[in-house]
């Protein structure tokens, strides 16, 4: 297995079975974040953004809703555990990934599979390319 430091973008060509990258930001859930995503979920539960009404539980504060995350700060890593060409698109191949979330004590608090479509080299579409000033 061989790590991988940074994620700047590949292409399909680029991976390689086994490969794991450790993603060097690390996110902290805001009080924010979590009444967007309660009132997004339609599961507006006071505990999640009533401040007086949660200073009268066990927690004292407003917990996070358990469908969006299990801590506060969150870091992860991806392992490559599949590659293989795509049958109907020439121009990408498919990339199957394991994404494990861990909160800032080491803890596992999310795992999961993911299977992406990924442009192979020279397919891409073009970024544009902003007009240099130069004077």
């Known amino acids: 297995m061989s790590e991988k430091t940074g994620w700047n973008g ?4 680029d991976f390689e ?4 990258y450790r993603h060097p930001l690390g996110r902290t859930v805001l009080s924010a974040d979590n009444t967007w995503f309660t009132l997004l979920t339609q599961a507006p539960s006071p505990i999640h953004f009533d401040h007086h009404y949660s200073s009268q539980t066990t927690w004292k504060q407003p917990i996070v809703n358990s469908a969006f995350i299990l801590a506060d700060t969150i870091y992860s890593q991806s392992e490559i555990l599949d590659l293989r060409d795509s049958q109907s698109r020439p121009d990408v191949g498919i990339v ?16 999961f599979k993911r299977t992406m479509m990924i442009f192979r080299r020279g397919k891409a579409p073009q970024v544009p390319r902003p007009n240099l000033i130069t004077s």
């Open 17 to 20: 079975i086994g490969d794991v």
């Open 10 to 13: 590949r292409f399909f060509e």
């Open 96 to 111: 199957k990934v394991t994404t494990c979330g861990f909160n800032q004590n080491g803890l596992v608090v999310i795992h």
